[in-house]
């Protein structure tokens, strides 16, 4: 939707009320995959989540698995791409919650094709997506952030960010943008307090990896020392431990989660 954000059903009045000293965290594409694993994993170590998703069906099914840890959450629909959606989300953590401690950038979105083939409009969503939305929700969520007294922003990058890749040259410069905007808002948010990082996954099997035909799979895995294919949970570990207490003193920092592949 544009211009606003709708809140899913048992919002405010949620189950399992935190108390005041709870943390609470915004996770953007909360609605399946990477994020609803980051959402859930925070809510079993003590946080309250607004999961943020285009599909508010996604995100009110994450709210409820949070509610199942016995922490408040919310499920918000919004389209981490246009400004007054980013802005509305966080006037309505403000409005719910008064507080918010972690941003999760996890939204994201592929539309690949060789550079031939790829069309502007594909170049303009994939990196308005995955990059304009990070820059959207931190200057959203820093007078928040500020507020807390020590804010932690995880943004998800990439490998492909990180090395390049065949067929995703949007895709692959939206990503590479993010580990920009987190080196130079680690510099610039730290006299806040605020430490920024991001998570770059490698191949984890989510709805975005289920297309990729065997063959092409088969090779990726086989470039993959550890042999496998990543796990949401593998990358919310990541994410977690960048958003908790132990990380407060990394800031800049680009974690790889991708089985050992060279980048
Ligand atoms: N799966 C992988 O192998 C992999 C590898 C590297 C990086 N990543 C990154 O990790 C993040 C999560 O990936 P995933 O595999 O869980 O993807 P996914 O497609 O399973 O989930 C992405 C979620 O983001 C939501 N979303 C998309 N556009 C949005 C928008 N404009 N506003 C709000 N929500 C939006 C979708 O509705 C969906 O619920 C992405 O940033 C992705 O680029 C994934």
Known sequence: MTGGVEAGEGGASAEGRASSEARVAVVTGAGRGIGRAVA????AQGVDVVAVDLGLDGAEETAALVRNHGRRAIALKADVALDPDVEALFAAVREEFGRLDILVNNAGITRDALLAKLTEHDWDLVVDVNLKSVFLCCRHAVALLRESGEGRIVNLSSATGQMGNVGQVNY????????????????ELARWNITVNAVAPGFIETAMTEAVPEKVRTMLLESVPLRRAGSPDDVANAVCFLASDAAAYVTGQVLAVNGGMYV
Request: cysteine-free.
């Open 40 to 43: 859930v994993m925070l809510a």
């Open 172 to 187: 692959a410069a939206a990503k590479a943008g993010v580990i920009g905007v987190t080196k130079t808002l680690g510099k």
